[in-house]
Each structure stands twice: as C-alpha cells, then as structure tokens.
C-alpha cells in the first residue's frame, strides 16, 4: 500500500512565500516523475511543475521565475517552493507520484494523488 501525504499549505498575504511538501510511503521501489497541479475553485486542474526522476523539471508559464520543485529521493519527497504569491494562485494543490509499488506479490506502476492542500493568498 502507499500514502503520500501533503504538507505546507495555509493563508499567505501576496508577495509571500510557501513550501509545499509531498511525501510518499509504503512498498515503494521507486518513483518516476513526480509534479504538483492545482485547481481553482471553478477551473480544472492545471500543471504547476514536474521533475524527472533525473532532475529535469517543467514548469507553468505562469508561474515560472516563482516556483521551484525539487526531490529528495532518499526520502521519497518532492517539494515545490513558491515565492511573490499571488491572490490568482489561491487553489488546491496536489501531488502526483508515478512510482513502481509492490502490491502481494506484483511489482506495478502507477500514479498517486495527494490529499490536496489549500494555499490561499490574500491581497
């Protein structure tokens, strides 16, 4: 079984800054590409930023020169710090793991959610 847990959200005036955390666990052997989205309240769910299991990442127009995500592998975590919020960046924020788990005697590959955590920035 595995679990990721998000941690970091909350209530940020604009200009300030956030660091989300994602960690994941359980019979995991590895994991792939990892990315946080968000969804807005009336608005799909969008790509914040991603990075490759070799450290490459992408990142929304929007929200480049603002974000950064980064790994750790030893502790299966990525983390995405955000800076000079803006009230157009309040939304849910998800992480998303593509890892290989074992499941009984199976080695399967998949994506996992995270709970969600809500960063509102007020103006």
């Known amino acids: 079984q595995v679990q990721l847990v998000e941690s970091g959200g909350g209530l940020v005036q604009a200009g300030g800054s956030l660091r989300l955390s994602c960690a994941a666990s359980?019979?995991?052997?590895?994991?792939?590409?990892m990315g946080w989205y968000r969804q807005a309240p009336g608005k799909s769910r969008e790509l914040v930023a991603g990075?490759?299991?070799?450290?490459?990442?992408i990142y929304a127009d929007s929200l480049k020169g603002r974000v950064t995500i980064s790994r750790d592998n030893a502790n299966n975590t990525v983390y995405l710090q955000m800076n000079s919020l803006k009230p157009e960046d309040t939304a849910v924020y998800y992480c998303?793991?593509?890892?290989?788990?074992?499941?009984?005697?199976?080695?399967?590959?998949?994506?996992?959610w995270g709970q969600g955590t809500q960063v509102t920035v007020s103006s």
């Open positions: 998303n793991l593509h890892l290989t788990y074992a499941s009984g005697s199976s080695r399967l590959s998949t994506n996992f």
């Open positions: 990075i490759t299991s070799g450290g490459a990442t």
């Open positions: 359980g019979s995991i052997f590895s994991i792939n590409a």
